[in-house]
């Protein structure tokens, strides 16, 4: 039972990347534009920069791992 539970928190294919990497540029946002309320000025869209940028990162590290778990099985299976 519990390995089923554990399943529905993991990233299984592109489509699922997509949505918590949307759902991470939603959140990332919002907070950027609180940031810009309460630091008026360049500084303020200096953290909201650095808040898409951290999106950016993550989902480019989300992708990245997604592409390796895939070449990994497929290399498994080759070898067997």
Known sequence: ?????KRLFV???RFEAYLIIFA????AMTRGAHYTEIYP???????MAAT???VFLGGAKI?????????????EISES
């Not at 000025?41 to 953290?47: A, K, N, R, S, W």
């Open 52 to 54: 898409a940028g951290a």
């Open 11 to 13: 990233i299984k294919n």
């Open 1 to 5: 039972m519990l390995h089923k539970i």
């Open 41 to 47: 000025g360049p500084m303020g869209y200096v953290l």
């Open 63 to 75: 992708l990245d791992c997604l592409r390796y778990e895939r070449e990994a099985k497929a290399a």
């Open 24 to 27: 991470l540029a939603l959140g």
